[in-house]
């Protein structure tokens, strides 16, 4: 149960690996890049993660990589690696068309603040991986690698199944209620969801200010540590970032933690929803890790936590997409629809008691963590279900989301269908650097 799922029938190979290979002149970006492209081709047709590709751009911004490195300049830490990006996020080459027909065509005027970091450190992006419509609940055409019957997630299903096939090193997601961890646990993938407000939102497609956050999708925690370097910088053009010093992930977790991290295990309101496979690898996790683990239960107050997420998201969704409701509704999905209508039921008293209960929950973790490095709770209820209608479950990631708090998917268990069930890593607010630590920590213990 606690044996790593293989993401692809070869081994992935990691950032720092293809950084030294580039570095050694083993490989060139454009090898690498036309590699990836090759992979897709072989293998996209059952999985259709890709939302647009355009193999010339892609290779001709691989080259100019190679010149740059040829030309002896300083390189950034993702020099030549390509990348996957959600297709809700700006792109100035390449169509964002946001999982649905009413943007179709749509190419935006420049790069959201994300893309030009990742351009800066030296990444080739390779294309736009599919997102459910407009990042919500209607899913996309993708599937899951490991078994194409069943749901990869969503709403970020096309970059954790691009990461998860090796078709990519690295993709970028975003999430709002589970929209990052959930499709992470499902294709068997690292997922990280940072703190909120750590990584710019501008020109990203807004579905909940408060909510909303950008993540990524890695075959390794030194991975994600190495892109939310490059992401997590202060951008003024986004209002819920905060001027601070930048948090040097990959620095802090490389060091070992001064003790030994203790976890709490956190059911959550929604443990009954959790299935006998999941609950069942848990055990063995708990007992696996013995004395630096302790089960805990969250205050009651706990339990207002979806419907206070649930007031947020849809008030904002009814807002941030009214006018497609108004002038295209026929072309929306209904589950869209009747979201948007609830939306427009909502009182500004019932939005700001959610804003309220929000700020009162992040007071009480921010307690819990007084005495715990890190809580430890599922990523989804169990494996991915079967079909491709839904995208799942999100509600152990809801609590988290309202928060804002940093999480991590970490793909160790296995179900009896043969699919991964993640684990779900939870740190306190902004404290984002001592959490991949802590993840790091265990995934040494369970080796």
Not at 276 to 282: A, L, V
Request: net charge negative.
């Amino acid at each position: 149960m606690l044996d790593k799922i293989e993401t692809s029938p070869s081994a992935p190979q990691t950032i720092a690996q293809l950084v030294s290979a580039l570095n050694e002149g083993k490989l060139s970006a454009f090898d690498l890049t036309q590699a990836c492209l090759e992979h897709i081709k072989n293998h996209d047709d059952n999985i259709e993660a890709w939302a647009f590709l355009d193999g010339d751009l892609a290779l001709a911004s691989a080259k100019i990589a190679d010149n740059y490195r040829h030309l002896g300049k300083p390189l950034g830490p993702l020099h030549g690696i390509p990348i996957g990006i959600k297709d809700i996020i700006d792109t100035e080459q390449m169509p964002t068309e946001m999982g649905t027909p009413l943007h179709k065509g749509r190419t935006p005027s420049e790069d959201a603040k994300l893309v030009s970091l990742l351009k800066e450190a030296g990444a080739v992006i390779l294309g736009k991986t599919v997102t459910s419509e407009m990042a919500v609940l209607s899913p996309g055409k993708t599937r899951n690698p490991h078994n194409s019957a069943h749901t990869p997630g969503g709403s970020s299903s096309g970059s954790a199944a691009a990461v998860a096939s090796s078709m990519v090193p690295v993709a970028i997601g975003t999430q709002t209620n589970g929209s990052v961890i959930r499709p992470a646990s499902y294709c068997g993938v690292f997922g990280f969801k940072p703190s909120f407000g750590s990584i710019s939102r501008h020109r990203v497609l807004q579905g909940s200010a408060p909510l909303d956050t950008v993540g990524i999708f890695a075959n390794s925690i030194e991975d994600i540590a190495t892109v939310a370097d490059t992401l997590m910088v202060f951008d003024a053009n986004d209002p819920d970032m905060e001027m601070k010093s930048r948090p040097q992930i990959s620095e802090i977790s490389s060091q070992a933690p001064p003790l030994d991290p203790r976890f709490a295990f956190v059911r959550s309101p929604v443990w009954d929803r959790a299935e006998e496979n999941t609950k069942d690898g848990f055990r063995e996790l708990i007992e696996h890790l013995g004395g630096t683990i302790d089960l805990f239960d969250l205050p009651s107050i706990f339990d207002k936590a979806h419907d206070a997420h649930k007031v947020l998201m849809e008030a904002d969704i009814a807002k941030n997409f009214q006018e497609a409701y108004e002038n295209s509704k026929d072309i929306l999905s209904p589950t869209l629809s009747e979201m948007i209508e609830r939306g427009q039921k909502i009182t500004a008293v019932d939005y700001n008691q959610a804003l309220d209960l929000r700020s009162e929950l992040k007071y009480i973790l921010n307690d819990i963590f007084e005495d715990y490095d890190a809580i430890i709770t599922p990523s989804a209820p169990g494996e991915a279900p079967k079909g491709i209608e839904s995208t799942g479950d999100p509600s152990f990631c809801t609590i988290w989301s309202l928060c804002g708090t940093p999480a991590l998917n970490l793909p160790i268990l296995q179900g009896e269908q043969d699919l991964p069930i993640g684990v779900q890593l939870v740190g306190n607010f902004n404290d984002d650097a001592r959490l991949i630590r802590t993840a790091k920590w265990l995934l040494n213990k369970l080796q």
